[in-house]
C-alpha cells in the first residue's frame, strides 16, 4: 500500500501563491503519473495536473500558465506550485499516483482563497 502525505494548504488572498507537496512512501520513479486533483464542494474532483515519469506535464485549463506541477525523485516528492491564486481554485487537494492499474490518493489538504 502506498502512502501519500500532502502538505502546504491554507488560506490565501485572491492573487496570492502557495506550495503544496505530496510526499510518497515509494520511489516516485516507480509511478506512471502522479498528480494533483481537487474537488470543490458540491462538484466532482478534477484533475488540475499531473507529470509522467518521463517528465511529461498534463495541466487543466484553467490553471495553465499559474500552477507548475514538479517532481523531486531523491525526496519521493511531487510538489504544486500555486501563483495568481483565485476564488475559484478553493477546494480540496488530492495527491494521486498511478502504477499500472492501481490509482493512490492521499488525504488531502485544503486551500482556501479569500480576501
Known amino acids: 500500500q502506498v502512502q501519500l502525505v500532502e502538505s502546504g494548504g491554507g488560506l490565501v488572498q485572491p492573487g496570492g501563491s502557495l506550495s503544496l507537496s505530496c510526499a510518497a512512501s515509494?520511489?516516485?520513479?516507480?509511478?506512471?503519473?502522479m498528480g494533483w486533483y481537487r474537488q470543490a464542494p458540491g462538484k466532482q474532483r478534477e484533475l488540475v495536473a499531473d507529470?509522467?515519469?518521463?517528465?511529461?506535464?498534463v495541466y487543466a485549463d484553467s490553471v495553465k500558465g499559474r500552477f507548475t506541477i514538479s517532481g523531486d525523485n531523491a525526496k519521493n516528492t511531487v510538489y504544486l506550485q500555486m501563483n495568481s491564486l483565485k476564488f475559484e481554485d478553493t477546494a480540496v487537494y488530492y495527491c494521486?499516483?498511478?502504477?499500472?492499474?492501481?490509482?493512490?490518493w492521499g488525504q488531502g489538504t485544503q486551500v482556501t482563497v479569500s480576501s
Open positions: 515509494a520511489s516516485i520513479s516507480s509511478f506512471n503519473r
Open positions: 494521486n499516483a498511478v502504477r499500472g492499474l492501481l490509482f493512490n
Open positions: 507529470i509522467s515519469s518521463g517528465g511529461t506535464t
